[in-house]
């Protein structure tokens, strides 16, 4: 059984630093692209970031050059390095795993954790 579980929210200041990490577990055959998304109450969920097995990169405008995601060796664990915080990055942050394809079902759909709240606030 598949699952993804974020962690590394929290509450910080403005300015401060988080790094969220995104683990994904179970029987995998693939995963097209691992994504960051976040939704603030009130809001549309939105694109952060995301990184596909290529290693194509993309960040939505407002966190670039704020944000970094990357992988770690494990290519099923990706982080989200979030610097110069802002009051208007408060938000629920989730894990996709996008396209990911089970090796039971070989089937390809998204798979989405939880989510992580982050609060930047003084």
């Known amino acids: 059984q598949v699952q993804v579980v974020e962690s590394g929210g929290g509450l910080v200041q403005p300015g401060g630093s988080l790094r969220l990490s995104c683990a994904v577990s179970?029987?995998?055959?693939?995963?097209?692209?691992m994504e960051w998304h976040r939704q603030a109450p009130g809001k549309q969920r939105e694109l952060v970031a995301s990184?596909?097995?290529?290693?194509?990169?993309i960040y939505a405008e407002s966190v670039k050059g704020r944000f970094t995601i990357s992988r770690a060796n494990a290519r099923n664990t990706v982080y989200l390095q979030m610097n110069r915080l802002e009051p208007e990055d408060s938000a629920v942050y989730f894990c996709?795993?996008?396209?990911?394809?089970?090796?039971?079902?070989?089937?390809?759909?998204?798979?989405w954790g939880q989510g992580t709240q982050v609060t930047v606030s003084s």
């Open positions: 990184i596909d097995s290529d290693n194509k990169i």
């Open positions: 179970g029987s995998i055959h693939s995963i097209y692209a």
């Open positions: 996709n795993a996008a396209h990911l394809v089970p090796t039971d079902t070989m089937l390809g759909s998204d798979y």
